[in-house]
């Protein structure tokens, strides 16, 4: 399958950013792991742009600078994973004198001209205010909605909620442009954030189609049954896999159905989620790998017959795009989620829709669809002629350049 990226080729060819510096600031994952970030680095430098990353080090990515397609990536140590309100204040301020000691240090070599600040936390705008009295353009680049992430997390408000919702108000006051994955934070960048339409430019986290490739299905991840469902991606609290693991148990165990389950993937709740399918008698059933390497994970994508997202329907879930969804459907893969308005917004007809976190129904859905192989080759082909057409990343090269040219003129 011949794969054209005539938008990032253009980039390449014109260089609308020649001569732009630009300081990249991420907390929550190092780069490149973190994908969209890391495309985002690629099509700025396509575009003529000099790229500096700042992040933390891990998950495989341990050196504290190194340079990758002429990007320097500047890295800091984290103390430890957040778990709680305190854990998260002493992570937030270990990162933001990392990030301001590597800004000062990046100043001092290549004075940049814009600042791209890619949450959570809500917080980078303050490594970005005293650069900004130097006439450095901000960019808030929105990737999740802090205050609804936190009600998800810990099941309430009160003053942290509150604090959140003051962190992201003065993010989007520091802000000269918004990039927004979706619609819905689009209009939270407007309406709660009191951006003008015109400042706030949705970039999506499209899947770059020439990395994501499609191979032989390998048997070995059936385990001999006749079905397959399969899942990638974080295996955290709020990711609804204990509503994915009772589905399943409803699916083998009373519906009597020969399926084999493989999650891909690793987080915190990953060997809560291990025992709760052992206790449920599911052991032989799924198969949970762990972080993979990208080969596992294009052949599990590549072998199911059908794929699940059991993200649980709240204010969080609802307004966020999930990656998985997309890359589900660069798989050409049906799929089956709760009906939450950015997933159905993305998948459309290459998904089914189950009631709000009711288990029962996920699990009569994904056994209907699995029974029904036409009309899954029919939504995974729809799924796949939306990511070529219109969700791609080379769809939103275009929208990228477009917010940093309107940060200049704002500021020029």
């Not at 509503?243 to 020969?258: F, I, K, M, P, T």
Request: proline share 5%.
């Amino acid at each position: 399958m011949t794969v054209t990226t005539p938008r990032m080729d253009a980039a390449r060819r014109d260089r609308p950013l020649e001569g732009r510096n630009v300081l990249m600031i991420v907390e929550n994952l190092p780069v490149p792991f973190d994908r969209r970030v890391w495309q985002e680095c690629r099509t700025l430098k396509a575009a003529g742009a000099n790229v500096s990353v700042i992040c933390p080090t891990g998950r495989g990515h341990d050196s504290r600078f190194e340079t990758i397609d002429g990007i320097e990536i500047h890295r800091h140590p984290l103390p430890f994973d957040a778990s709680g309100p305190f854990g998260y204040i002493v992570e937030y301020t270990a990162a933001l004198f990392h990030e301001l000691r590597l800004a000062i240090k990046v100043w001092r070599r290549q004075r940049f001209d814009t600042i791209q600040g890619c949450n959570p936390p809500d917080l980078i705008f303050l490594v970005a205010l005293p650069f900004k009295l130097w006439g450095c353009r901000y960019i808030f680049d929105h990737h999740d909605i802090n205050p609804e992430l936190y009600e998800a997390k810990f099941g309430k408000r009160g003053f942290f909620w509150k604090l959140m919702i003051w962190f992201e108000r003065l993010t989007f006051g520091a802000a000269d442009v918004v990039i927004s994955t979706n619609e819905s934070y689009r209009q939270i960048a407007i309406e709660r954030g009191g951006k003008e339409p015109e400042d706030v430019f949705i970039v999506r986290s499209g899947p770059d189609l020439t990395k994501l490739k499609p191979l032989p299905p390998n048997q070995k991840w059936r385990n001999g049954r006749r079905f397959m469902v399969g899942y990638v991606g974080v295996m955290g609290a709020q990711e609804g896999l204990d509503l994915l693991l009772e589905a399943a148990r409803v699916a083998v165990l009373e519906r009597g159905e020969d399926i084999q389950f493989v999650l891909v993937g690793g987080g915190s709740a990953l060997d809560e989620m291990r025992q709760m399918s052992t206790n449920l008698g599911l052991a032989d059933y799924v198969t949970f790998t762990g972080r993979a390497p990208d080969n596992d994970l294009f052949e599990v994508l590549s072998t199911a017959d059908l794929c699940v997202n059991p993200d649980r329907v709240n204010p969080m879930n609802d307004k966020s795009t999930m990656n998985k969804v997309l890359e589900y459907m660069a798989f050409s893969k049906a799929q089956v989620q709760f009906d939450v308005t950015e997933g159905r917004r993305s998948a459309q007809d290459a998904s089914a829709y189950a009631d709000a976190n009711d288990p029962l129904d996920l699990a009569d859905r994904m056994i209907a669809l699995l029974h029904d192989p036409e009309t899954c080759a029919q939504m995974g082909e729809s799924g796949r002629r939306r990511i070529e057409t219109e969700l791609s990343w080379d769809h939103q090269v275009d929208t990228l350049i477009s917010a940093y040219q309107r940060a200049q003129r704002k500021n020029g």
